[in-house]
């Protein structure tokens, strides 16, 4: 696994308030303290996701359920969208290979509670620097200024710029 963490800054064109995207995986994010931790310290996932999809991750670890890390990208903190409202928001991604077939956290929009959608280009295996600012199905992606409430299109503020971060 090879731990890049990077991230893309917008500016809203209504108010100037940057958005920071923060992606990837850091150098801490080894498979030991993501999902297991050690004695000091939880797992990762535990202050990533929710309170509910960590108690369901560790009751898939708890059940000889293993962390998928084959692909490069197999977990981290990835872009997902919302299907109604198109706006982005980071997730943190990871799925474990259960006697079933594999399992990965769901998380839904904040402001319309459909379920999000991984964005083009941030599957497992794909260059994780290469999302794309549109859906699946063409439509393009937004963003949701925090500070003013407006929503914008993220092609056309356009990233500003990608920092590295570790
Ligand atoms: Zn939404
Ligand atoms: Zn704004």
Redesign the pocket.
């Known amino acids: 696994m090879i731990f890049i963490g990077f991230g893309y800054l917008f500016h809203c064109p209504h108010c100037g308030e940057a958005t920071y995207l923060a992606l990837g995986t850091g150098n801490e994010y080894t498979v030991q303290n993501v999902f297991y931790g050690n004695p000091a310290d939880p797992p990762l996932i535990k202050d990533f996701t929710t309170r509910q999809t960590y108690q369901k991750a560790l009751e898939y670890l708890n059940q000889n359920g293993v962390p998928d890390t084959k692909l490069p990208g197999s977990y981290g903190h990835k872009i997902y969208y ?6 982005l928001k980071v997730h943190f991604y990871f799925s474990i290979a259960t006697e079933e077939k594999p399992w990965h956290p769901k998380y839904k ?6 379920q ?1 959608i991984l964005a083009p280009g941030q599957r497992p295996g794909d260059d994780p620097e290469k999302f794309k600012l549109i859906g699946e199905d063409r439509e393009v992606l937004r963003i949701h200024c925090d500070k003013c409430g407006k929503i914008y299109f993220a092609t056309e503020s356009g990233c500003t710029s990608k920092i590295h971060w570790e």
């Open positions: 919302c299907p109604e409202c198109r706006t929009c904040e402001l319309c509670k459909e999000l």
